[in-house]
């Protein structure tokens, strides 16, 4: 039974709709489901599948060795790559990127599976423990971290292999970057984002204080006094105000915190949503709100987006998942006001929204949407503090092809460095090259 009253409720639904709610979006294979779905694979001598990932994990190896009953070797090539393998097997939209370019599009319209193929090698590794790489002798050479998200991981196991020992200091109460606060339940349930840093922390050599800003509890400088390299991997901290009138009454949340606050929940039902909820934004941060608020027991749920579908930063897939969850998705709207009553959110004023002289612009005409939750997914920006003396580009970190920032000594990778692009996947390649970049600077 659904709790349908108005206003931000915890317990919307019963402890069983809650567990099937947030089940796994694709749950893994057994044994015999893999091998079947291994069997699919053409083996391309040119790999198209390969090239579209930002990693570069040997696909058609992985899946070879699958195949043959070899998981564990699996999961070796795709860690040689991507120590962040298991996570992105999970998130990464591989319907945009390898699963796009295979080749049994052409012949089925229906690729390989190969991120739930990566899921099985990796699960199969990570249960049994089983670590593929032993640290190099020591270099005596120290690295520090910010950030432990997925690029700072991904760094310090390429580091620590190397034989550096490595430090990383991060903001948050646990490890994990947005791997543990950033990604939506159904997608890692349970506590899989830390078994996975527990599982890259069993090579050694790699500490971890939590609770550390840069900023506030250290400098910058401070970090180059202290290490031979650092390496700037924290991620995008601050969020874009959303600039309209009411924008800070009751109800109003950033999606980031409202995913945040779902995944370190102790039970689902504990996390209040409203009974008829609005998301603001285009991207994968405003699907993931949209659709656990529906997941949570909300009754209405409307993403509204400024401009039209073909400009959305959700990839279709998430976007077709959404719909089928419930969610109704509202293009060429832009918010005007947030209305209250007795202090908490009543209803959202938009005006609809077209394209002149190659500008986004208002066209006068406005909607009314009752609700008594919004959620704000815009974008999140540099927290600037901390590096004010660190050139930047676009409002993100200035780094070269191997990921040196302007000042020496200091390289950066992932979300908050230039060309990162807010994928695990691509957080972890960047991390991974900034790694071999400063070995070969140490050495």
Sequence with gaps: MVNLAPGLHSGRLDPKSYEENFSDLHPAYDRHEAL?????????????????????????????????????????????????????ARVCPTETLCEQACVRNTAESKPVEIGRLQRYAT??????DKQFYTRAPSTGKTIGIVGAGPAGLACAHRLAMKG???????????????????????????????????????????????????????????LRQKHDAVFLGMGLGGVNALGAPGDHINGVIDAVEFIAHLRSADSKADVPVGRRVVVIGGGMTAIDAA?????????????????????????????????????????????VEIHHKDGHVSAIELEYTHIEDGQLKGNGHKLTIACDQVLTAIGQKLDVAGVETIRLDGGKIAIDEHCRTSIAGVWAGGDCAAGGDDLTVSAAAMGRDAAESIHQSLN
């Excluded at 079947?36 to 570069?56: E, H, I, L, N």
């Excluded at 699960?123 to 049994?128: G, I, L, N, R, W």
């Excluded at 749920?301 to 509202?330: H, P, W």
Aim: proline content about 4%.
């Design 36 to 88: 079947v779905a291994s069997d699919r694979c053409y083996f391309c001598y040119d790999a198209p599948c390969m090239k579209a990932c930002p990693t570069s994990i040997d696909i058609p190896l992985f899946i070879r060795q699958i195949s043959t009953g070899n998981a564990l070797g699996a999961a070796k090539t795709i860690f040689d790559q991507n120590i962040i393998g298991g996570m992105c």
């Design 123 to 128: 699960d199969a590794a990570m249960e049994q």
């Design 164 to 222: 550096h020992a490595v430090t990383i200091y991060d903001a948050r109460p646990k490890a994990g970057g947005l791997n543990e606060y950033g990604i939506a339940a159904y997608k890692a349930p349970g506590d899989f984002a830390q078994r996975e840093v527990d599982y890259i922390l069993g090579i050694g050599g790699i500490d971890i204080f939590d609770g550390q800003m840069l900023g506030r509890d250290f400098s910058l400088e401070d």
């Design 291 to 335: 659709i656990q608020s529906k997941l949570l027991g909300a009754e209405e749920v409307t993403i509204c987006y400024r401009r039209g579908k073909e400009n959305m930063n959700a990839s279709e897939f998430e976007q077709d998942l959404a719909a089928q969850k419930g969610v109704l998705i509202r293009h060429w709207l832009k918010p």
